[in-house]
DNA sequence: TTGGTTTCTTATCATACATCAATGCACAGT
DNA sequence: ACTGTGCATTGATGTATGATAAGAAACCAA
């Protein structure tokens, strides 16, 4: 078992004992995925969360012109899932795919089962992830109904600075909901303003 | 008390017999407001979730630009709230109006508390709550990062059939993402198609 | 009924962004 | 060192939607 940022990020957040994380988080799997590598595909049913370890995974939609969407990226001590497939039991709309080679630890459903039986805190932590979930869907809605696509840009470097680099244009395009072009514009212009200053 | 919808509501959604139902029920306090009246207001801290009794309830933000942004409506039967405001004790980016004279149940975080402990089922339930939310906004983003201003509205046409006919067609604008100007012509074209055909 | 809001429509014009197409890099594989 | 493939950039052009303004229609209150 080799999962030490899952096991910080729980022990942090939840009252519980190396040794109960230890024997809860043995249950699951570590897996490692290439560049590339699909976690989950359209029309397949999601039965994880993954909790990424390291490298960098991204989740979208591909639409019915074929264009892509990305919905969200998750790097280190990030977790990402089609939660409503896994809930409702649905097949995912979604694509989950890595972005660089990285390791994930898959939590299923019985993890969590467990975790609330045994951890009393843990209903209270998991209510705060959803509803951490929540603000940030609900920020994002603000954002695409509001702000233009350099004002999108700029938001998205302010809260990922780090992602920023490390994927290309086109998805930090399609996370925005503008084309690849457009955000190249974006890019010259606010180069522009920040040179003449 | 006057709460036979959301009495109604949790009966058919909890293990839960009518006397304690109405015991816990007793503790919330049902409001009734006036058409254009406000239930909270941007930069107060909201105390409550709302559950619609009857009428009709608006959820919408203004940007710097002045402009309104429609986040959601609240019939009969449904719940509205700023879950981030209550959950994280923040100030609201909301304002919570009556769109018609109104009854709504105001139900505070003890009333959660108190079903919490008294009833088991009480969190699968909540659970379900925060996913079906979850799997809401996440429908609205990827309509937003995908469809045309025709698309949207057929789209909330669909879904809404109902509220569509209770509310001002600036208001359905706003919560699409265009300008009334734009849905009107919207509509124009999807008459003019639907008279050829 | 009247007059006054508010909402909806329509028209014109402006613009942000999309689309299409060509070019230039940079990097990976051979 | 070559060559191919994927991205980013740039320019030309198109289009959906926004902005503004004005009139028509609907609604409401006195």
Redesign the pocket.
Known sequence: MNSPKLKLFLTSNLDIDDDEILSILKSCQVKSVKKDAFLLRENEHCKHTFFVESGLIRQYSIDDKGKEHTISFAPENWFVSDRESVYFDEASAYYIQALEDSEVVMIDEDFFLKLSEEIPSFTDFNNKLLHNHIRHLQKRINMLLSA???QRYLEFVAMYPDILLRV???MIASYL????????????ELARKNFKK
């Open positions: 233009s696509a350099e290309p244009q086109t909901g503008i084309t690849p072009e457009s955000l190249s514009r974006v890019r010259k």
